[in-house]
């Protein structure tokens, strides 16, 4: 039984972090898991700038979710300006935001996840044995990459969307285009979660609260209210139940609900929103090992394979229903105001705020993102856990924790902000 | 004036595809960008995600700039390539897709003409040229 443990690179999640562990008498007597990521300031970057130039600077947080940065940053906007997009926008700014969600996925399930289920260390060394599904994994990113370039003129930090609509509408004959790229790469989701769902997961239960935006008639992506199975709260009311703190062992923020530690990302809206999966999706969650309400954090990877599949229907029914009309940008009144944005990123919900002055000059901004309101439920759960596993060699002690980590496919250089683990 | 033919034009006249990466606003990496303006007889493909590589069934021809080199190099084995272990999204460079790329055996092969970082353009271009020509 070790005493200490020292995870100083945690690999394949985003950034940078590190866990301290300290263990007598088979309790876990110290416990920190944090980033140390350098800050990153953007709150304090934007203050001083437009509001027409939020979405563009905050798109730069992170590679990976720049587009929920984006539409984040542009809906908080515009609530803070009272105007109101119209539909053909807001079905472009799903569609934009399911194309990022499908690729990240895709990446995080394959490149990041899988080697660890299948006893390899890294994706390039199971390719040999596993190529028809490295290969599925290429083509979902693809057409991930694909709809955001479509859309987004660009295929990173991409540039068509802004407040008060798209400033380069796709052409109808490449929606249709999509849509079809869209079909062809279904039956791979499928197999996904086929794959997926044969894993064999640790048994374990997190305590912590499952929390992601609904809304009443649509698996919610970019707008709802922030809900568990036990609370609501609406979007204007954050930070009432929201609250930040700083921990010195950590650069990125933790946060708490009411005081008490949650879980945001793609289990806990499969949770609260399974009814409104698409009917592939739902067949397949039944055909899954998850019964829902799945408290158990290791699930969140056939989450993710099942919410794969019902991104491409979901993107699918878009594109179908979307008749290109020419819509210019609308310039909506600049007035003195405060504004939140909450959308789904791939990682869960991320929270921007703004304040504008009555010149539409930012003086205030708040950005909460999925790792930050993860961060906690993580080191809680690896608290709870370890004790169940103690027993266990140190190695496959620290490849348990890492699978859990890697469950969360946290992104600490966005919170801030991989592991080193410090035994202590 | 430059003309510029469609891709469709392009491949009906039989034209060999050569992908460039390249990012056009930094200096040093766009140099293969700026080298490929200059050729002459082949399809240029200016491509921003390695993965618009996974449609090509034949060789597969890049040009790329290479760091540490005065010379031009031709690499046909991709394990010459510096690669590092995925260890996160963000790691999902060209070098681990080409690497990725041969352990799933496809395309066959790929050969890359890795370009110094700086250098006389027109010199270089008239070797990448000829290096096509003789590939």
């Known amino acids: 039984m070790p005493k200490e443990i020292t995870l100083n690179h945690i690999t394949k999640i985003e950034g940078h972090a590190s866990l301290t562990?300290?263990?007598?008498?088979?309790?876990?007597?110290?416990?920190?898991?944090?980033?140390v990521e350098g800050s990153r300031?953007?709150?304090?970057?934007?203050?001083?700038?437009?509001?027409?130039?939020?979405?563009?600077?905050?798109?730069?947080?992170?590679?990976?979710?720049?587009?929920?940065?984006?539409?984040a940053a542009i809906n908080a906007i515009e609530d803070a300006l009272k105007y109101k997009p119209t539909e053909q926008t807001r079905k472009l700014r799903i569609l934009v935001s399911l194309g990022e969600r499908i690729r990240s996925h895709a990446t995080h399930l394959y490149f990041l996840a899988l080697p660890d289920y299948v006893g390899y260390e890294s994706a390039l060394a199971m390719a040999k044995k596993y190529k028809p599904q490295l290969k599925n994994a290429l083509s979902l990113m693809k057409v991930g990459n694909k709809i955001i370039s479509t859309l987004g003129s660009r295929d990173l930090h991409f540039v068509s969307a802004t407040v008060g609509g798209w400033l380069k509408l796709p052409s109808q004959e490449k929606i249709d285009e999509l849509s079809k790229e869209l079909e062809s790469v279904r039956e791979d989701a499928v197999k996904?979660?086929?794959?997926?769902?044969?894993?064999?997961?640790?048994?374990?239960?997190?305590?912590?609260?499952?929390?992601?935006?609904?809304?009443?008639?649509?698996?919610?992506?970019i707008d709802g209210d922030f809900s568990s199975e036990k609370h609501k709260f609406k979007k204007k009311d954050y930070k009432k139940f929201l609250r930040e703190y700083h921990e010195p062992y950590s650069t990125a923020n933790f946060v708490v609900k009411n005081d008490h530690r949650y879980m945001v990302g793609t289990l806990p809206r499969i949770n609260n929103n399974h009814k409104l999966l698409s009917?592939?999706?739902?067949?397949?969650?039944?055909?899954?090992?998850?019964?829902?309400?799945?408290?158990?954090?290791?699930?969140?990877?056939?989450?993710?394979?099942?919410?794969?599949?019902?991104?491409?229907?979901?993107a699918i029914k878009i594109c179908k229903s979307l008749k290109i009309r020419d819509e210019p940008v609308q310039k909506p009144k600049v007035r003195a105001g405060t504004g939140i944005g909450v959308v789904e990123a791939p990682r869960g919900t991320l929270w921007h705020e703004y304040t504008l002055n009555d010149k539409g000059v930012i003086t205030n901004a708040n950005i909460i993102t999925p790792t930050a309101q993860n961060l906690l439920n993580i080191q809680e759960d690896?608290?709870?856990?370890?004790?169940?596993?103690?027993?266990?060699?140190?190695?496959?002690?620290?490849?348990?924790?890492?699978?859990?980590?890697?469950s969360y496919d946290p992104c600490f250089s966005c919170s801030a902000h991989f592991l080193e683990v410090k035994w202590v | 004036m430059l003309f510029v033919l469609s891709p469709l034009l392009r491949s009906k006249m039989g034209l060999r595809k050569l992908y460039v990466f390249g990012n056009e606003f930094l200096k040093d990496d766009?140099?293969?960008?700026?080298?490929?303006?200059?050729?002459?007889?082949?399809?240029?493909?200016?491509?921003?995600?390695?993965?618009?590589?996974?449609?090509?069934?034949?060789?597969?021809?890049?040009?790329?700039?290479?760091?540490?080199?005065?010379?031009?190099?031709?690499?046909?084995?991709?394990?010459?390539?510096?690669?590092?272990?995925?260890?996160?999204?963000?790691?999902?460079?060209?070098?681990?897709?080409?690497?990725?790329?041969?352990?799933?055996?496809?395309?066959?092969?790929?050969?890359?003409?890795?370009?110094?970082?700086?250098?006389?353009?027109?010199?270089?271009?008239?070797?990448?040229?000829q290096i096509i020509n003789n590939i």
């Open chain 1, 21 to 35: 562990l300290g263990i007598e008498k088979g309790k876990v007597t110290r416990c920190e898991l944090g980033a």
């Open chain 1, 41 to 71: 300031y953007f709150e304090g970057l934007v203050r001083g700038r437009h509001y027409y130039e939020a979405h563009e600077m905050t798109s730069r947080i992170c590679g990976i979710c720049s587009t929920a940065h984006v539409i």
């Open chain 1, 192 to 221: 996904t979660c086929e794959l997926f769902s044969s894993l064999k997961y640790p048994d374990f239960k997190s305590e912590g609260e499952y929390f992601s935006l609904v809304k009443k008639k649509e698996y919610a992506v």
């Open chain 1, 279 to 314: 009917k592939n999706a739902r067949m397949l969650l039944r055909l899954s090992r998850i019964k829902i309400p799945s408290l158990n954090p290791y699930h969140h990877n056939i989450a993710q394979a099942i919410e794969l599949v019902h991104c491409i229907d979901e």
């Open chain 1, 382 to 406: 690896i608290r709870n856990f370890v004790p169940s596993i103690i027993k266990k060699r140190k190695k496959d002690i620290i490849m348990d924790i890492e699978k859990l980590i890697r």
């Open chain 2, 30 to 129: 766009s140099f293969a960008l700026r080298v490929a303006e200059g050729l002459s007889g082949v399809d240029v493909v200016h491509c921003r995600r390695p993965d618009e590589l996974m449609d090509e069934e034949g060789e597969l021809l890049i040009l790329d700039v290479i760091k540490g080199t005065d010379n031009i190099r031709i690499i046909k084995d991709i394990d010459e390539i510096k690669t590092r272990n995925l260890v996160s999204m963000h790691d999902f460079d060209l070098g681990f897709f080409l690497s990725l790329m041969k352990e799933l055996g496809s395309p066959k092969k790929i050969k890359i003409i890795g370009i110094p970082e700086k250098g006389e353009e027109k010199e270089i271009c008239k070797k990448v040229e």
